[in-house]
C-alpha cells in the first residue's frame, strides 16, 4: 500500500500491564469523532480462528462477522492462504520478534530480520484498513505489548503517540485474583513480576520516543477523568471539542473492541468512580506484600505509598 501522498496516520499507543485502565479510557475516546479505538489488535488473528482468548468483537458479533473486522482480516491476508494458516504465521512470528524481551532489540535495530520486517508490513496493512474502512485519524490500540509498541515508528506512513499507563500493582493484583468471563486468575507474584516486566520495557520505549510520549496513572485518570481525556487529545493532535466525559459520566456506544477487559461489551450511561481502593479490604496481607515487594523500585518511583491508596493532590495530565 503506497501512503506516500498521505497525512501520516496518527497511532495512539497504550503500554503497560494489563488491568490498568486502557479499556474504559480507549473506549471514551472511542466516542470522540474521527478516533476508533482498536483494542487490543494484537490478537486478531489467534482471536479470529477461536484459538484466542475471546473471538468477539466488541459489538458483541464473532470477529469474522463484524463489519469491519471480517474486512480487514480479508483485506490483510496473503492471496492463498486460508484464515487458520495466516493466522498461525502471524503468531509465528509475533513470537519470535515483537515480545516483550524483544522491545530492545527491536529499538536499537529496528527492521533488522525478515520477520521483523514482515510483521510490520502487516500491521501497516492493518492499520490502514482500519482507517480507510471507519474514517479514524487517530486508532487507539491499547495491545500493550512493548514489543509491538516499539515496532511503530517503522510502520509506513503511521505516526506513533506513546501513553504509558500504570496502576498500583496491589490493584492489579487484586484485578487478576477475581475470575472475570473469558479471564482466568492470576496470583499475586506472577502478576507483579509481569507488571514489573512490561513496566520497565514501556520505560524504554518512553526514553527512546520522548517527544511522542507521556506517563500516566490510572489513579490520575479516575481523579479527573474529563481533564485526563481533554489532555490526551491535546497530545496526539485530536480536537479536545470532542471529549465526551460530563463530569464523570459518559455515554458509550457499542465498539469494536479486540479483546480486552470483559467490561468493554457495556454500553450506555457510564461512571468513573472516584477510588480504586478495593484491594485495601479485599486483597490478603501476603498477597499485597508480594505485590509491594516484587514491584520495587519501580512501586516508589511511580509515587505509590506502601500504606494506603494513592490520593492525588492534584489532578496530573498528559
Given at each position: 500500500?503506497n501512503?506516500s501522498?498521505?497525512s501520516?496516520l496518527?497511532?495512539?499507543c497504550?503500554?503497560?500491564w494489563?488491568?490498568?485502565?486502557?479499556?474504559?479510557?480507549g473506549?471514551?475516546?472511542?466516542?470522540?469523532?474521527?478516533?476508533?479505538h482498536?483494542?487490543?489488535?494484537?490478537?486478531?488473528?489467534?482471536?479470529?480462528v477461536?484459538k484466542?482468548s475471546?473471538s468477539?468483537c466488541g459489538?458483541g458479533r464473532?470477529?469474522?462477522?463484524?463489519?469491519i473486522?471480517?474486512?480487514v482480516?480479508?483485506?490483510?491476508?496473503?492471496?492463498?492462504?486460508s484464515?487458520?494458516t495466516?493466522a498461525?504465521?502471524?503468531?509465528?512470528?509475533q513470537l519470535?520478534c515483537?515480545?516483550t524481551?524483544?522491545?530492545?532489540?527491536?529499538?536499537?535495530?529496528g527492521?533488522?530480520?525478515?520477520?521483523?520486517?514482515?510483521?510490520?508490513?502487516?500491521?501497516?496493512?492493518?492499520?490502514?484498513?482500519?482507517a480507510?474502512?471507519?474514517?479514524?485519524?487517530?486508532?487507539?490500540?491499547?495491545?500493550?505489548i512493548?514489543?509491538?509498541?516499539?515496532?511503530?515508528?517503522?510502520l509506513?506512513?503511521v505516526?506513533?503517540?506513546?501513553?504509558h499507563?500504570?496502576?498500583?500493582?496491589?490493584?492489579?493484583?487484586q484485578?487478576?485474583?477475581r475470575?472475570?468471563?473469558?479471564?482466568?486468575?492470576m496470583?499475586?507474584?506472577?502478576?507483579?513480576a509481569y507488571?514489573?516486566?512490561?513496566?520497565?520495557a514501556?520505560?524504554?520505549?518512553?526514553r527512546h520516543?520522548?517527544?511522542?510520549?507521556?506517563?500516566?496513572?490510572?489513579?490520575?485518570?479516575?481523579?479527573?477523568p474529563?481533564g485526563?481525556i481533554?489532555?490526551?487529545l491535546?497530545?496526539?493532535?485530536?480536537?479536545?471539542?470532542?471529549?465526551?466525559?460530563r463530569?464523570?459520566?459518559?455515554?458509550?456506544?457499542p465498539?469494536?473492541?479486540?479483546?480486552?477487559?470483559p467490561?468493554?461489551?457495556?454500553?450506555?450511561?457510564?461512571?468513573i468512580r472516584?477510588?480504586?481502593?478495593?484491594?485495601?479490604t479485599?486483597?490478603?496481607?501476603?498477597?499485597?506484600l508480594?505485590?509491594?515487594?516484587?514491584?520495587?523500585?519501580l512501586?516508589?518511583?511511580y509515587g505509590?505509598?506502601?500504606?494506603g491508596?494513592?490520593?492525588p493532590?492534584?489532578?496530573?495530565h498528559?
Amino acid at each position: 500500500m503506497n501512503t506516500s501522498d498521505r497525512s501520516p496516520l496518527t497511532i495512539l499507543c497504550v503500554t503497560g500491564w494489563c488491568r490498568n485502565g486502557s479499556t474504559i479510557i480507549g473506549n471514551i475516546l472511542n466516542e470522540v469523532p474521527g478516533v476508533f479505538h482498536a483494542g487490543e489488535l494484537h490478537f486478531l488473528w489467534m482471536n479470529a480462528v477461536g484459538k484466542g482468548s475471546n473471538s468477539s468483537c466488541g459489538c458483541g458479533r464473532p470477529l469474522t462477522e463484524c463489519r469491519i473486522w471480517s474486512e480487514v482480516l480479508r483485506a490483510v491476508r496473503p492471496a492463498g492462504l486460508s484464515a487458520e494458516t495466516h493466522a498461525a504465521v502471524v503468531r509465528r512470528r509475533q513470537l519470535s520478534c515483537v515480545r516483550t524481551r524483544h522491545t530492545w532489540r527491536v529499538l536499537r535495530r529496528g527492521l533488522h530480520r525478515d520477520d521483523v520486517r514482515e510483521h510490520a508490513g502487516l500491521m501497516t496493512r492493518t492499520y490502514h484498513a482500519v482507517a480507510g474502512l471507519t474514517g479514524a485519524r487517530v486508532i487507539v490500540d491499547t495491545t500493550k505489548i512493548p514489543g509491538e509498541a516499539a515496532l511503530l515508528p517503522h510502520l509506513d506512513g503511521v505516526r506513533p503517540y506513546y501513553v504509558h499507563l500504570v496502576r498500583d500493582p496491589r490493584a492489579v493484583a487484586q484485578s487478576w485474583s477475581r475470575e472475570k468471563e473469558y479471564c482466568y486468575v492470576m496470583s499475586s507474584p506472577k502478576s507483579t513480576a509481569y507488571w514489573h516486566g512490561f513496566n520497565v520495557a514501556s520505560q524504554a520505549i518512553l526514553r527512546h520516543n520522548r517527544d511522542r510520549s507521556v506517563f500516566l496513572r490510572y489513579e490520575d485518570f479516575i481523579a479527573d477523568p474529563a481533564g485526563t481525556i481533554d489532555g490526551l487529545l491535546r497530545f496526539c493532535g485530536a480536537d479536545p471539542a470532542g471529549n465526551p466525559m460530563r463530569g464523570r459520566t459518559v455515554e458509550l456506544r457499542p465498539n469494536h473492541t479486540v479483546t480486552g477487559n470483559p467490561d468493554r461489551f457495556h454500553a450506555g450511561p457510564t461512571f468513573i468512580r472516584e477510588r480504586d481502593d478495593s484491594w485495601t479490604t479485599e486483597l490478603a496481607w501476603p498477597a499485597r506484600l508480594a505485590a509491594t515487594t516484587l514491584s520495587w523500585p519501580l512501586f516508589g518511583r511511580y509515587g505509590y505509598p506502601r500504606g494506603g491508596p494513592l490520593t492525588p493532590a492534584r489532578p496530573a495530565h498528559p
